[in-house]
């Protein structure tokens, strides 16, 4: 967990390289600044972006450097199953996983080299250590109107737990995603966020 | 109220060349540097000079002539570009400048986008340049304008050096003024200043050795140095740059009493440590990469005979290799101040434990994308050279061919041809063809080419030209009449480059016409001599880009025979289904049409819409 005088809220967003981990994570940071607190973000970019395992860490309230530490994160907020499990040793023993449901098939997989585990599987060994809220996020993107806005559907997902106002997470996601799809990402926002109420 | 933005580190130290009146700034990309320059080019309104260079040692120059003529001038760069460079610092540590010159180079340790782990702080203690070391992207920017400052008043140029975690960091940072006065540029001419003959340089090198104390005074006591004395604790920790973040976090979490001594600047603040020294009996340091501040902390702790114990990187405990963290510096001052982690399990080990969850993860490692030429370029080349063949790479996306067999060796920029020539003259009887992308043959591989031609090296030479910079985030190079700014200039054809170079054999094929490809390429491996092959074909990311939308393509199940012909280029856009002995086609397709022709069985076919 986030400890006091250190972080206010540790987030880690894993995914796959072309999934908008990036955008997701300028969301959650650029609102946070806004309502005044410190916030530090690690990104992965280069070499790992093409269609590579990638990771962010977000750290709001925070003055000192952007890595959270092991079992250190509030939640694990994933856009990916595979890439939930192989992150989930940065979630505290209390913290949250929240999932995408649908899988990316690496190219190991697409070519027979290795097997992709059973979805199912993934999750019950994940809710075995931790709690988990899993859907499929991409679904509710497509239904929002474009499945690239999975992303976003995450960030509402997440909005819940964030020490940040539902309306300047809105506000930047305005600001940050393409002005012609304001309308598609705002309603994949409030789907996301409507998956983990109550 | 001070206004604070989320910024990406590089953003922010692109600000702070802003913010410190930058007038001349170039540089070639390389990850974690690349985006400095990216913002600022990308700028609407700007009172400066910016480019991309075509190579590092080019850069360097371009800035260190315009901090001759008495202008602010900066020079980017990744860690292993300030090799390509060294030449120029050396001895530029001798002529000094004029105005001033910060010398940008980001490190990268762990290797996340990056072929070694070299610590530039190195270069600053080999050619005498002081260096400055930034903790946070806020310190980052707020180091540029007195890096300018100190530049300027010592009459020299100033290494300043961000990590991977501060350059590709985001953080809130609060903007300071911009400095609008700039010099104007009036180059004075001093022959015993910038010509260094043998003569010029005698004198040069004892008045460097004689400038090391004024550095060192001057960075001593800058903001970037601070000791917080523990009246109640022996043990002192040293930390600098961004482990000094890390070493904060993990005192802070553990409730460790203990000195604190945070270093930014090189040469060290040996006041500093002298102090630490006095109050302390001992000292861990921590530092990313090379033990530059321990090796320093020893020869103090000789000089004044000081028997503090002193622990760090040389014998342990903390590690030499890879980037440091929270994590490591809590294990390491538990594990030396004896006390207990709770807050991690003590099995835990380098990497997760997955069997204790029993699902195999797949690896899933960075790939070309779907359609990439380089993918087509190299299904070809493999074809027509054969798999005993010999396929020395270079630098940039292409390297990623590695999961195709075609990349065999890959040292540094523009060592592709380099090698290939020195394969062959070493009496190497297999056939060699090597590849090397458009932006990396601009930077140094055109020297090999010639030097390869000029010494009748028999290879094949595969220019594979996607029409950018594609690795580090699609820079413009010579080749697409493009400026950094977006500005139209002189498109340099590669074509006629080689064939100016003395080449005999170059030729021009799109590598997704795979017929055509094939029988270039076979004449190319006919030709005696130095072949040249460009396979032309624009990078798939700035095709989409550019609004050319092809159409994708299906396989039909009932044709598809499972041979996997298609699955082999790994495409990541081709699926194979292991129980129906199927290969499908999923969303990702950009419709190169390369599994098409390549299918014996007419299975594959385009979308109809």
């Keep these: 967990m986030s400890a006091e005088g250190i972080s206010t809220f540790d987030l880690i967003i894993a995914g796959v390289g072309g999934q908008g981990t990036i955008l997701a994570s300028d969301i959650i940071g650029k609102a946070a600044v806004k309502e005044d607190m410190s916030v530090r973000a690690a990104e992965t970019h280069g070499m790992a972006q093409r269609g590579g395992s990638v990771v962010n860490h977000v750290r709001l309230g925070c003055e000192l450097g952007s890595m959270i530490p092991l079992k250190g994160a509030d939640v694990l907020l994933a856009l990916e199953p595979s890439e939930a499990l192989r992150y989930m040793e940065y979630l505290a023993e209390d913290g949250v996983i929240l999932v995408n449901t649908e899988p990316i098939l690496p190219v190991t997989v697409t070519s027979g080299l290795c097997t992709y585990p059973d979805i199912d599987e993934i999750l019950s060994v994940m809710k075995e250590e931790r709690e988990v809220k899993a859907f499929n996020a991409t679904d509710l993107a497509k239904e929002a109107g474009h499945p690239q806005s999975m992303n976003v559907v995450m960030v509402g997902a997440v909005s819940n737990y964030l020490p940040v106002s539902v309306d300047t997470l809105l506000e930047c996601v305005k600001e940050l995603v393409p002005p012609k799809t304001v309308d598609i990402n705002v309603r994949a926002f409030e789907m996301g966020r409507s998956v983990t109420q109550g | ?609």
């Excluded at chain 2, 204790?356 to 050279?385: D, I, N, Q, W």
């Excluded at chain 2, 061919?401 to 540094?412: K, N």
């Excluded at chain 2, 499972?562 to 290969?583: H, N, Q, R, T, W």
């Design chain 2, 1 to 609: 109220m001070v206004k604070r933005e989320y910024m990406l580190g590089n953003v922010a130290i692109a600000r702070g060349i802003v913010e410190g009146g930058g007038q001349v700034i170039s540089g070639y990309p390389g990850t974690p540097s690349s985006e400095i320059i990216g913002t600022l080019a990308g700028m609407k309104e700007r009172n400066f000079y910016v480019e991309w260079s075509v190579n590092e040692k080019v850069a360097l120059e371009v800035a260190a002539g315009a901090a001759m003529t008495g202008v602010r001038s900066v020079v980017t760069m990744k860690h292993v570009g300030l090799n390509v460079a060294a030449d120029p610092l050396m001895t530029l540590a001798y002529t000094g400048v004029k105005g001033s010159m910060v010398i940008i180079v980001a490190d990268d340790p762990s290797c996340h986008s990056s072929q070694n782990e070299q610590d530039t702080r190195r270069y600053s203690q080999f050619s005498l340049i002081p260096c400055l070391d930034p903790c946070t992207p806020q310190e980052a920017k707020d180091m540029m304008p007195y890096a300018f400052e100190i530049s300027n008043k010592l009459q020299m140029p100033v290494i300043f050096r961000p990590t991977t975690r501060i350059s590709h960091g985001k953080s809130d940072v609060e903007l300071g003024p911009v400095n609008e006065d700039m010099p104007a540029a009036d180059f004075q001419k001093d022959l015993e200043r910038w010509v260094m003959v043998p003569k010029n340089a005698r004198i040069q090198h004892p008045r460097l050795l004689e400038l090391q104390k004024d550095i060192l005074e001057e960075l001593e006591d800058s903001p970037w140095n601070v000791l917080e004395l523990s009246d109640s604790s022996s043990v002192g920790i040293i930390a600098s740059g961004i482990a000094s973040v890390y070493a904060k976090e993990a005192v802070l979490k553990q409730g460790i009493d203990a000195s604190f001594l945070k270093i930014g600047t090189y040469p060290v603040p040996e006041k500093k440590i002298r102090t630490l020294m006095e109050n302390t009996e001992r000292i861990i340091i921590f530092e990313e990469m090379e033990p530059v501040v321990e090796e320093q902390v020893r020869i103090i702790a000789q000089e004044t005979g000081s028997d503090v114990e002193i622990l760090g990187k040389i014998e342990g405990p903390v590690p030499r290799i890879f980037e440091l963290n929270t994590d490591v510096c809590a294990d390491v001052l538990a594990d030396v101040l004896g006390l207990e982690r709770s807050d991690v399990p003590a099995d835990r080990g380098e990497d997760f434990d997955y069997d204790r969850c029993r699902v195999e993860l797949p690896m899933r490692p960075p790939v070309m994308c779907p359609g990439c030429s380089h993918r087509a370029t190299f299904h070809v080349m493999k074809k027509v050279y054969g798999k005993n063949a010999i396929f020395p790479s270079d630098i940039g996306c292409y390297t990623l061919g590695i999961q195709s067999g075609t990349v065999d060796t890959t040292l540094c920029m523009g060592g592709s041809i380099t090698v290939a020539s020195g394969m062959y003259q070493a009496g190497e009887k297999k056939p060699i063809c090597c590849s090397i992308g458009d932006s990396t043959f601009f930077h140094t591989g055109m020297n090999g080419l010639l030097n390869a031609i000029y010494n009748k090296a028999d290879i094949t030479v595969t220019i594979v030209d996607n029409r950018t910079t594609a690795m580090t985030g699609h820079q413009p190079n010579p080749g697409m009449g493009k400026l950094a700014t977006g500005e139209q200039t002189t498109e340099v054809c590669l074509e006629t480059l080689c064939k100016s170079m003395g080449a005999g054999f170059v030729e021009t094929v799109d590598p997704y016409d795979l017929n055509k490809a094939e029988e270039v390429f076979r004449r190319a491996k006919d030709y005696k001599g130095t072949s040249v092959v460009i396979t032309e074909q624009l990078c798939v990311i700035d095709a989409k880009r550019s609004g050319i939308r092809r159409k994708p393509f299906t396989i039909d199940a009932d044709k598809c025979v499972g041979c996997k012909k298609c699955v082999y280029l790994g495409c990541p856009a081709i699926e194979f289904d292991v129980e129906a002995k199927k290969a499908s086609i999923n969303m990702m397709c950009t419709g190169c049409g390369v599994c098409d022709r390549l299918c014996m069985f007419e299975a594959i076919s385009e979308v109809k819409k």
